[in-house]
């Protein structure tokens, strides 16, 4: 391997570094993001229970990625700080605990799930249509769950070397084929026959089997890429260092697995309301999803420059990072909440539900609009600031004890005991993320958060 020109003590301006680190992964939020949109239009021309069922059937997936995404992010703070010293040696290393962990757990999610699809349906929906038409979908995009878990590796350690060119080139053909294989297939082209959402499954599955194999091929028909490596090189890691960063990862895992079991819990309660009401809140979330990849997208860049420095032991410089991920955070809370109040209208016009199912959609999306500030703030102080530190012990009780402690109650409250509609059940939920702010912030300024795991000296 080539030796790496690399001075630690590089003294970019933060924001130019940002934007440059941040493009290419907010493009890589909204190419995921697209997918989901694509497919929420696309499904939900066919019906509004076809859509229910697809939702129902993704949360289901939701919470499988959730579990890799804490994994892998855990992992990665560690990532993040060897490639700030250029150890490839233990780079390589992380990124055979994440291969590891994704085989663990991809192979008895897939059996599970196939085995089991028509119970995972009902805990969203007792819609008879709605158990079918997901039952239909879960047994045949199930198996995308592996070739997804594959990429994801590949995906978040190329954001960790702050390598994405590639890997995001690769994202938007993935969304490319998926959009086409949905027009096909859904609908019937070409001599096709119209397969509905056993169509959306298919396409679902042969663009994340695409996307797996591109992404490998991408590392390993290039020269002397960080992450091409042997499987000598990837699995001869430690216990030790599988320890460590299990330490770390674990943590990031029960957080986000309980989010986002949190998450599904909460999109079952707005199933009880109706049919309709699942479909609306499966919009309001990939919608504002959509517009919030801008914050997951800088967020991650801000995790990284963060992480770097404190790998090079420079804790001062990384407090400064994160304060300007605040002012960052606080702009963009502003122009998105504006924009998706504005966009309300010309979005319900796409789905054409029925007058009732529009309203409702409308006012979601409002919610959704006023509630993104706090739930931005706490998320960018988390995930791009706390967790960086490898703060993730904290982390966890903070979002444990609000999304499942008050969130999914408050839910429930809002449904079943004052029969409220769904908007106002989604404001409801939302108070959580107003208190929750304040305990990040805390957090923030008492500089606890800042480990470094490089065993270089604090500068």
Not at 354 to 378: F, G, I, N, Q, R
């Amino acid at each position: 391997m080539k030796k790496v020109n690399f001075n630690i003590t590089d003294g970019d301006n933060f924001y130019r570094r940002l934007t440059i680190t941040g493009i290419p992964m907010v493009i890589q939020q909204v190419i995921s993001v697209t997918l989901n949109l694509a497919d929420t239009i696309m499904v939900g021309k066919v019906s509004e229970n076809a859509l229910a069922a697809v939702g129902a059937a993704n949360q289901v997936y939701f919470i499988f990625g959730v579990v890799l995404f804490g994994i892998f992010s855990g992992a990665a703070v560690h990532a993040v700080q060897y490639w700030g010293i250029r150890d490839l040696v233990s780079l390589r290393k992380i990124v055979g605990i994440d291969y590891t962990m994704c085989m663990v757990l991809s192979l008895p999610a897939i059996a599970a799930v196939f085995f089991a699809a028509p119970f995972f349906i009902r805990i969203f929906s007792d819609d008879a249509e709605v158990i079918l038409l997901g039952t239909q979908y879960l047994k045949i995009a199930c198996f995308s769950y592996f070739f997804s878990g594959m990429t994801f590796v590949i995906s978040y350690n190329s954001r960790a070397i702050q390598d994405l060119k590639y890997p995001t080139m690769i994202n938007a053909g993935a969304i490319a084929l998926n959009i086409l294989l949905n027009y096909v297939l859904i609908y019937g082209h070409f001599g096709i026959p119209a397969l509905g959402v056993k169509g959306a499954a298919i396409a679902t599955l042969t663009a994340r089997v695409f996307e797996c194999i591109a992404m490998h091929l991408c590392i390993y028909l290039r020269n002397e890429h960080p992450l091409k490596a042997m499987p000598k090189e990837l699995f001869s890691y430690s216990q030790t260092l599988f320890a460590s960063v299990m330490k770390t990862a674990v943590p990031v895992i029960i957080t986000e697995g309980l989010w986002a079991v949190s998450v599904s819990a909460i999109f079952a309660a707005y199933g009880r309301i109706s049919a309709s009401a699942l479909a609306v809140s499966q919009i309001a979330v990939t919608v504002t999803d959509f517009f919030q990849t801008v914050y997951f997208g800088l967020g991650n860049a801000a995790a990284v420059l963060v992480g770097e420095v404190l790998g090079q032991g420079r804790k001062e410089t990384a407090f400064q990072y994160s304060g300007k991920v605040f002012k960052v955070t606080w702009v963009l809370n502003v122009v998105m909440t504006a924009v998706i109040i504005l966009a309300r209208t010309p979005i319900a016009i796409i789905y054409d539900f029925s007058p009732e199912t529009t309203d409702m959609l409308m006012k979601a999306l409002l919610v959704y609009a006023v509630a993104m500030t706090p739930k931005m703030l706490a998320y960018m102080t988390i995930c791009a600031i706390l967790r960086a530190g490898g703060d993730t012990v904290f982390c966890m009780y903070i979002d444990v004890t609000f999304n499942v402690g008050v969130q999914i109650p408050l839910a429930y409250i809002g449904v079943l005991v004052l029969h409220w509609p769904l908007h106002w059940v989604m404001a409801l939920v939302a108070v959580a993320d107003f208190i929750k702010v304040f305990f990040c912030y805390h957090r923030y300024y008492s500089k606890k958060w800042m480990n470094i795991f490089t065993g270089r000296a604090e500068i």
